[in-house]
């Protein structure tokens, strides 16, 4: 069946297309199939990877810029229109953008006859991944219209303000709630703050229960705090008028026209998103002004953690064992070493293991990143031992390797695996984390001693020094953190505080190690006290194992 407006020429139709293709969001096309011709709004060019918005060899063209994967099933869809067994054309599949990435599209269109056969067809492409202009929930407009109003106010804007509001916990609104009370949260959230919106003021949905709130004539960061405030405060009348059926609170990340200035709206996004964020994690119902050297120090954490990754994935490149040597006080003699783990990139050189540690810590890899470190630290403690049978190696273990992996295995098992005496391997485990103890520390204690493993506990004095641990765990050796001998180096209540813990200890029948001895002076001072073993920058540096051999060995 011919369609009725086969009058129109597949020229005429590319004039139609050009006439309103400015005034869309999606694409118009032409295909005409007798001379294998592709036209499409001029647009899309700037968004997809056409080769052009007119070209011929529609199918050889097309692997430029239809996802591979969905090439096939086009093809053969098109095959069917060219040869009259289809009339209608409708797909969703997906283009590549520009950059490459894969966008999806519908694509809609309807075969022309002439004569009885397929001329060319005409349709439309829209993309149904994009989001969506305006929000019926909330009866804003979406996130994509601020993208345009800032497009095409670019040149005028000269200041201003973006404000980022996010509600609170409103997951466990939706879980105890539903949806649909979820939904009337936040149409009255909305109304809460657009009760505050001025003259020069645009309230935009964002995204989940977040919006976007636009200031182009007000540039007194003072003035954006005290709005927050407000519409804090209307938020919580609303709760109460509510009779606390859903409890919740907004948090607010403000974002200053200079630092909007000279940005994409893409990295607009991201630095307000960060702002909120950053609000949420000081402690939520509240705001924070960007900074833009936070940002930075955010955008570091971001890149080591991928380097991080990237490391463990590639056979822990970049990881490091190093060694500090561990003496003992009385006869000032070398009996083992620390093993430290370091990590070094081209991109930031050495980083801090303050810096590093947390990060594997927070993100998991700290289980594949420290079963590494104890298979190199046992590996080394064994080639040492072949020159000095009695070298013991100290091996910190993170916590969360002790609550989220089956950690005294892989100990037992990596003791076993390298030959070493069971009674020359210390696993250290810090005070503060007693705290968070539970039967899985108690646990991994009573199986180190049950395989002969001795237990250190580090860092002791600079938390909560719950002296209970003491007679619950009974550790082999208590070693007292740097900046507790630093304490008692320069302050004799301090001190005496130390002597009267290293009095407990050995009363207890434990081991004592002073770390942080510095100096010939320190070194004195702290023998005074008794101490079974020493450490600190006195005795060495933590250094590289062929360094530590040089130094401590040869």
């Known amino acids: 069946m011919e369609k009725d407006f086969d009058y129109l020429s597949v020229s005429q139709l590319c004039k139609f297309i050009d006439l309103l293709h400015p005034y869309m969001d999606d694409y118009l096309y032409v295909y005409d199939f007798i001379h294998d ?21 529609l199918v050889a063209n097309q692997k430029k810029f239809v996802y591979p994967a969905d090439l096939y099933s086009l093809q053969e869809d098109l095959a069917l229109l060219i040869n009259g067994e289809k009339e209608d054309h409708n797909m969703q599949y997906r ?23 397929p001329s060319h067809m005409i349709g439309c492409i829209n993309e149904i ?24 106010r670019a040149v005028t804007i000269s200041h201003g303000y973006l404000m980022r509001l996010g509600l609170d916990d409103f997951k466990e609104i939706n879980e105890k709630l539903g949806s649909d009370y979820g939904d009337m949260i936040l149409r009255r959230t909305a109304e809460c703050i657009s009760s505050h919106i001025t003259s020069g003021q645009m309230l935009f949905r964002a995204v989940a229960d977040e919006f976007l709130l636009l200031d182009t004539q007000n540039d007194d960061i003072k003035s954006a705090i005290s709005l927050y405030k407000s519409i804090r405060q209307t938020v919580d009348e609303f709760v109460e008028a509510n009779h606390y059926e859903a409890v919740f ?20 996004m991201k630095l307000s998103e960060f702002s909120l964020n950053e609000a949420k994690r000081d402690g939520k119902n509240r705001y924070y002004i960007f900074q833009q050297a936070a940002y930075d120090k955010f955008l570091r954490r971001r890149r080591l953690t991928q380097l991080l990754r990237q490391s463990v994935n590639h056979d822990f490149e ?3 064992a190093y060694l500090q040597p561990l003496f003992e006080a009385t006869t000032n003699s070398l009996y083992g070493a620390e093993a430290l783990m370091r990590f070094r990139t081209e991109e930031f050189g050495m980083v801090s293991p303050m810096e590093f ?116 765990l009974k550790p082999d050796i208590i070693k007292i953190d740097r900046s507790f001998t630093l304490k008692a180096l320069e302050n004799d209540y301090e001190y005496q ?3 009267l813990m290293s009095n407990m200890v050995h009363s207890l029948n434990l081991k004592m190690c002073i770390e942080g001895i510095e100096t010939t002076e320190d070194l004195d001072k702290m023998n005074e006290l008794s101490p079974d073993y020493c450490q600190g920058y006195y005795f060495g540096k933590p250094c590289p194992y062929e360094e530590f051999k040089e130094q401590y060995l040869t």
């Not at 080769?51 to 011929?56: D, I, K, L």
């Not at 609170?249 to 630092?259: F, R």
């Not at 049950?450 to 209970?468: H, P, V």
Request: one cysteine or more; charged letters at 20%.
């Open 129 to 152: 991944g994009v989001r969506q202009k305006a929000d019926n929930v909330s009866g804003l407009l979406g996130i994509t219209s601020l993208q345009s109003f800032l497009s095409e």
């Open 497 to 499: 505080l130390l002597s």
């Open 249 to 268: 609170t907004i948090s607010g990340g403000i974002l200053s026209y200079k630092d909007m200035h000279g940005h994409s709206f893409s990295d607009i």
């Open 95 to 117: 283009w590549l953008s520009i950059t490459g990435e894969p966008i999806w599209i519908n694509c809609r269109g309807c075969v022309v006859k002439k004569d009885g056969k």
């Open 37 to 57: 011709y592709y036209y499409i709004s001029p647009a899309a060019v700037k968004r997809f990877a056409l080769p052009s918005h007119s070209f011929q060899d």
């Open 318 to 320: 970049g990881f490091e």
């Open 357 to 472: 540690i947390p990060l594997l810590e927070e993100t998991g890899l700290i289980m594949p990143a420290g079963k590494w470190m104890l298979h190199k630290s046992l590996a080394l403690c064994h080639e040492i031992q072949t020159a000095r049978p009695s070298f013991q190696i100290s091996i910190n273990i993170s916590y969360i390797q002790v609550m989220k992996s089956n950690i005294i295995n892989e100990i037992i098992s990596a003791v076993t695996a390298h030959g070493i005496s069971p009674d020359n391997v210390i696993i250290e485990l810090t005070e503060s984390g007693m705290l968070e103890s539970d039967s899985r520390v108690t646990k991994l204690v009573s199986n180190l001693k049950d395989n002969g493993i001795r237990l250190a506990l580090d860092d002791f004095g600079t938390g909560y020094s719950n002296f209970s641990y003491l007679n619950e």
